[in-house]
């Protein structure tokens, strides 16, 4: 939130003296009496006229003079609308100018201007409004709204911290909100603000609002509306945004559901609602209440005797938990059925979870597992986000399938174009899948130029040992401890993650297992050549059973390990050690690739080595199921020397359609460096949490792992916090998930459009997590 500058100060009796120079007005009953204020400084002024005595208001300002302009501008044309008895007159100078420039006692430059005073009292001075001054409310902003669907100004498209669609700077402010349960509802309304509203804001209306409508800008009197003054925050907003503003204070009384009821059936008489509006109704009020708990707090660091800017601070916070504790789905049928409207229909074919559940026991395979304690029923994704059968949103921050978002448009549209065109298989020739090896292979070291097509990334790299096997006529494999290659049988073979694991049958002879190249734990320190000395060794063993090394296969950021970046040098060595020995390199970046390290599209750029086949999959068409191998010439002709190579679905038109869509989205859209970027914000985030059980924050990009240990000794994996972590985020909105060996690894690897908002509601989230989650200090 921008610092605003310095309220103007001038002496009651200057003002006096200037209202009359100026205006013509001669005060009565005594001088000017100050109003108090936010930004402005206000006046209140008696003062004998032609037509006898007239109450006046007199604003001192520091804004822009364009911003003036715009709000006389508005009252002037509201003036010769029906809204013209609900707000102030403007009254001309003598020189028939609405403002004029002037120097406050202090020298700085402000504008004063004169407006008619409405009598009466305010409405925060009122101890119970009534239901009829509630609608009687919605009834006026509906039609100031009305009123102003045709105004125009050139000033009227103007930023400010007060604009709804612009709340998300609250994100960069969560600090100036104290740690616990209230930055949680700050976290989860901005979270929601964050999905729901902004990716549906092309879909609102727009225009000119009066945008402040709280309870210290109405004036009452005889149980009557009188008034609706200060137009300082007037902007252009989607329209239901005056409603939502005015909710906000509205329902800070005693039952705030019926009372904002009743100012939204004013509202919906006078200006029907639409289903959207209504529907996104909830989340604009929390994120209202967001942003005026926010600004208090920052004032009050910066202006602690300002008592008018937190005047109302508990009442706000007391009903952004009371709507967060009822509930967006509850609530939203409460309003809109008050309007007379039929309630809002849950998400079509929408079941319940136990109907789910329980039919899922029945028809699926009791392997096939769920995430979380309590598994979501996910209905949609878009971008960042996925939303539940009652379209709360939950910010996945481990989908890394998703490559540039969930449900990218332009991916969408690709897919749907080809399916109603052709989709068919590789035995016709066709232009998509060459114009995608072409793109695909252009983003690669020239030696990398045959492409296969498959299905998965288990198919990709089973391919790749099948060709390394072709070329070398050997049998035997390198992996390295802690790797999942995939999930058929030759897969697991060559996956310590999964052999050595729950169901697991240990190593089979044929697989040679190199220790874990972790510079943190492992015995070889960040020392990576050590790490890779074993590979010659296996090549011994390889012949002495009259085999031979066929593939070293490596992830060049290691996924199920636990996130780890390999020592310095490890795949340099590995590589040159298993060429020596006659072996091809396989760089497995089915988890890492396509930019997702942020510092190169593939992350074995950056580790100086070029692999003679790459495995591709999981992102390489957002969800879509398709996997490649891309290798040298040499290799795919020993390959081809044989049995014929056929994959029913890989490389159709339809995949390459969508691949290629992924392809130019991470181009175009600068996803790359929004990884490098987003990535190191976050990480640099996450590394100052003081917290003794975090053994390590490591990773690139968006591809980030938290260790958890235990905080005594810092040795033992943590399991059960990493775990409970991970729950207490899912619990909060936010996805998580757990990996390696010691499962006490809190992995990180959300869509390649995860932003900056999206990251800091992750720290947030996760920073509350870890304090909920440490183990208390022992008593002594």
């Given at each position: 939130?921008?610092?605003?500058?310095?309220?103007?100060?001038l002496?009651a009796?200057?003002?006096?003296?200037?209202?009359?120079?100026?205006?013509?007005?001669?005060?009565?009953?005594g001088?000017?009496?100050?109003?108090?204020?936010?930004?402005?400084?206000?006046?209140?002024?008696?003062?004998?006229?032609?037509?006898?005595?007239?109450?006046?208001?007199i604003?001192?300002?520091?804004?822009?003079?364009?911003?003036?302009?715009?709000?006389?501008?508005?009252?002037?044309?509201?003036?010769?609308?029906?809204?013209?008895?609900?707000?102030?007159?403007?009254?001309?100078?003598?020189?028939?100018?609405?403002?004029?420039?002037?120097?406050?006692?202090?020298?700085?430059?402000?504008?004063?201007?004169?407006?008619?005073?409405?009598?009466?009292?305010?409405?925060?001075?009122?101890?119970?409004p009534?239901?009829?001054?509630?609608?009687?409310?919605?009834?006026?902003?509906?039609?100031?709204?009305r009123?102003?669907?045709?105004?125009?100004?050139?000033?009227?498209?103007?930023?400010?911290?007060?604009?709804?669609?612009?709340?998300?700077?609250?994100?960069?402010?969560?600090?100036?909100?104290?740690?616990?349960?209230?930055?949680?509802?700050?976290?989860?309304?901005?979270?929601?603000?964050r999905?729901?509203?902004?990716?549906?804001?092309?879909?609102?209306?727009?225009?000119?609002?009066?945008?402040?409508?709280?309870?210290?800008?109405?004036?009452?009197?005889?149980?009557?509306?009188?008034?609706?003054?200060?137009?300082?925050?007037?902007?252009?907003?989607?329209?239901?945004?005056?409603?939502?503003?005015?909710?906000?204070?509205?329902?800070?009384?005693?039952?705030?559901?019926?009372?904002?009821?009743?100012?939204?059936?004013?509202?919906?008489?006078?200006?029907?609602?639409?289903?959207?509006?209504?529907?996104?109704?909830?989340?604009?009020?929390r994120?209202?209440?967001?942003?005026?708990?926010?600004?208090?707090?920052l004032?009050?660091?910066?202006?602690?005797?300002?008592?008018?800017?937190?005047?109302?601070?508990?009442?706000?916070?007391?009903?952004?938990?009371?709507?967060?504790e009822?509930?967006?789905r509850?609530?939203?049928?409460?309003?809109?059925?008050?309007?007379?409207?039929?309630?809002?229909?849950?998400?079509?074919?929408?079941?319940?979870?136990?109907?789910?559940?329980?039919?899922?026991?029945?028809?699926?395979?009791?392997?096939?597992?769920?995430?979380?304690?309590?598994?979501?029923?996910?209905?949609?994704?878009?971008?960042?986000?996925?939303?539940?059968?009652?379209?709360?949103?939950?910010?996945?921050c481990?989908?890394?399938?998703?490559?540039?978002?969930?449900?990218?448009?332009?991916?969408?549209?690709?897919?749907?174009?080809?399916?109603?065109?052709?989709?068919t298989?590789?035995?016709?020739?066709?232009?998509?899948?060459?114009?995608?090896?072409e793109?695909?292979?252009?983003?690669?070291?020239?030696?990398?130029?045959?492409?296969?097509?498959?299905?998965?990334?288990?198919?990709?790299?089973?391919?790749?040992?099948?060709?390394?096997?072709?070329?070398?006529?050997?049998?035997?494999?390198?992996?390295?401890?802690?790797?999942?290659?995939?999930?058929?049988?030759?897969?697991?073979d060559?996956?310590?993650?999964?052999?050595?694991?729950?169901?697991?049958?240990?190593?089979?002879?044929?697989?040679?297992?190199?220790?874990?190249?972790?510079?943190?734990?492992?015995?070889?320190?960040?020392?990576?050549?050590?790490?890779?000395?074993?590979?010659?060794?296996?090549?011994?063993?390889?012949?002495a059973?009259?085999?031979?090394?066929?593939?070293?296969?490596?992830?060049?950021?290691?996924?199920?390990a636990?996130?780890?970046?390999?020592?310095?040098?490890?795949?340099?060595?590995?590589?040159?050690?298993?060429?020596?020995?006659?072996?091809?390199?396989?760089?497995?970046?089915?988890?890492?690739?396509?930019?997702?390290?942020?510092?190169?599209?593939?992350?074995?750029?950056?580790?100086?080595?070029?692999?003679?086949?790459?495995?591709?999959?999981?992102?390489?068409?957002?969800?879509?199921?398709?996997?490649?191998?891309?290798?040298?010439?040499?290799?795919?002709?020993?390959?081809?020397?044989?049995?014929?190579?056929?994959?029913s679905?890989?490389?159709?038109?339809?995949?390459?359609?969508?691949?290629?869509?992924?392809?130019?989205?991470?181009?175009?859209?600068?996803?790359?460096?929004?990884?490098?970027?987003?990535?190191?914000?976050?990480?640099?985030?996450?590394?100052?949490i003081?917290?003794?059980?975090?053994?390590?924050?490591?990773?690139?990009?968006?591809?980030?792992?938290?260790?958890?240990?235990?905080?005594?000794?810092?040795?033992?994996?943590?399991?059960?916090?990493?775990?409970?972590?991970?729950?207490?985020?899912?619990?909060?909105?936010?996805?998580?998930?757990?990996?390696?060996?010691?499962?006490?690894?809190?992995?990180?690897?959300?869509?390649?459009?995860?932003?900056?908002?999206?990251?800091?509601?992750?720290?947030?989230?996760?920073?509350?997590?870890?304090?909920m989650?440490?183990?208390?200090?022992?008593?002594?």
């Amino acid at each position: 939130m921008p610092t605003a500058p310095p309220r103007p100060q001038l002496d009651a009796s200057r003002v006096a003296a200037l209202a009359h120079q100026l205006w013509g007005l001669t005060p009565t009953r005594g001088g000017p009496h100050d109003l108090g204020s936010y930004d402005d400084s206000n006046y209140a002024i008696t003062s004998s006229t032609d037509a006898g005595e007239r109450a006046h208001v007199i604003k001192l300002s520091v804004e822009p003079r364009e911003i003036i302009d715009l709000q006389c501008a508005v009252l002037g044309h509201l003036a010769t609308r029906p809204s013209a008895g609900l707000v102030p007159q403007i009254i001309p100078s003598r020189d028939g100018q609405a403002f004029v420039a002037i120097r406050d006692d202090a020298g700085q430059a402000c504008i004063m201007r004169v407006l008619s005073f409405i009598p009466g009292k305010l409405w925060s001075e009122l101890s119970d409004p009534t239901p009829a001054l509630r609608r009687a409310l919605g009834q006026a902003l509906a039609q100031i709204n009305r009123d102003l669907e045709d105004f125009e100004h050139p000033a009227m498209y103007r930023s400010s911290p007060w604009n709804l669609t612009q709340a998300e700077w609250i994100a960069d402010e969560l600090g100036a909100i104290e740690p616990g349960p209230k930055r949680a509802l700050i976290v989860d309304a901005l979270a929601q603000f964050r999905a729901r509203v902004i990716p549906r804001l092309p879909e609102l209306g727009c225009q000119l609002i009066h945008g402040d409508a709280n309870d210290q800008n109405l004036v009452v009197a005889d149980h009557e509306l009188r008034g609706i003054f200060d137009f300082g925050d007037v902007g252009v907003a989607p329209t239901i945004c005056e409603l939502a503003i005015a909710a906000a204070y509205t329902g800070m009384v005693t039952d705030p559901i019926q009372a904002i009821a009743e100012l939204c059936v004013g509202y919906h008489e006078r200006r029907p609602l639409s289903s959207i509006e209504l529907d996104l109704l909830f989340d604009l009020v929390r994120a209202r209440l967001a942003v005026s708990v926010t600004c208090s707090a920052l004032v009050r660091a910066r202006e602690p005797d300002n008592a008018h800017s937190f005047s109302s601070e508990a009442q706000a916070w007391s009903l952004l938990g009371k709507l967060t504790e009822f509930g967006r789905r509850a609530v939203t049928k409460y309003w809109t059925s008050a309007c007379g409207l039929p309630a809002p229909v849950r998400v079509p074919g929408a079941r319940s979870r136990p109907r789910l559940l329980a039919q899922r026991r029945v028809r699926l395979g009791a392997a096939l597992s769920l995430a979380y304690d309590s598994p979501l029923y996910i209905r949609r994704g878009e971008g960042t986000w996925l939303f539940d059968e009652h379209d709360n949103a939950y910010l996945d921050c481990v989908n890394n399938i998703s490559h540039v978002g969930h449900c990218h448009p332009r991916v969408v549209a690709e897919a749907t174009r080809q399916i109603a065109t052709l989709n068919t298989n590789t035995r016709y020739l066709h232009e998509g899948i060459l114009h995608y090896a072409e793109q695909l292979t252009a983003t690669l070291p020239g030696e990398l130029s045959v492409v296969f097509l498959v299905c998965s990334g288990t198919e990709a790299n089973e391919l790749a040992l099948r060709i390394a096997r072709a070329h070398t006529g050997a049998n035997e494999v390198v992996v390295v401890d802690g790797a999942y290659h995939g999930n058929s049988s030759t897969m697991v073979d060559i996956s310590p993650y999964k052999f050595d694991g729950p169901g697991g049958r240990g190593r089979p002879d044929w697989v040679h297992v190199l220790d874990t190249p972790d510079p943190l734990h492992g015995r070889h320190g960040d020392n990576g050549p050590a790490y890779a000395r074993g590979i010659a060794a296996a090549a011994d063993r390889a012949r002495a059973r009259g085999d031979g090394l066929a593939a070293f296969i490596c992830e060049s950021v290691l996924g199920c390990a636990g996130q780890i970046v390999p020592a310095p040098g490890f795949l340099a060595a590995a590589y040159q050690q298993a060429r020596a020995a006659g072996a091809v390199c396989i760089a497995d970046e089915i988890q890492v690739g396509f930019g997702r390290v942020g510092d190169a599209m593939w992350a074995f750029q950056s580790e100086g080595v070029v692999p003679d086949i790459l495995t591709l999959g999981k992102p390489i068409a957002n969800g879509h199921p398709v996997g490649a191998v891309v290798t040298t010439p040499a290799l795919a002709a020993s390959f081809a020397g044989g049995m014929e190579y056929f994959n029913s679905f890989g490389g159709n038109p339809v995949s390459c359609a969508i691949a290629l869509a992924v392809l130019n989205v991470i181009r175009e859209e600068g996803l790359i460096d929004n990884a490098r970027v987003t990535g190191a914000w976050l990480r640099r985030a996450l590394e100052r949490i003081e917290d003794p059980g975090v053994a390590q924050v490591r990773g690139r990009g968006l591809f980030l792992g938290i260790e958890l240990v235990d905080s005594s000794t810092r040795k033992r994996p943590d399991a059960a916090r990493a775990k409970a972590l991970v729950e207490f985020a899912q619990g909060r909105g936010v996805l998580l998930s757990v990996d390696g060996p010691g499962h006490n690894v809190v992995k990180i690897k959300p869509p390649l459009c995860f932003g900056p908002t999206e990251a800091k509601i992750l720290v947030a989230t996760i920073t509350a997590g870890m304090a909920m989650t440490a183990t208390p200090p022992t008593q002594t």
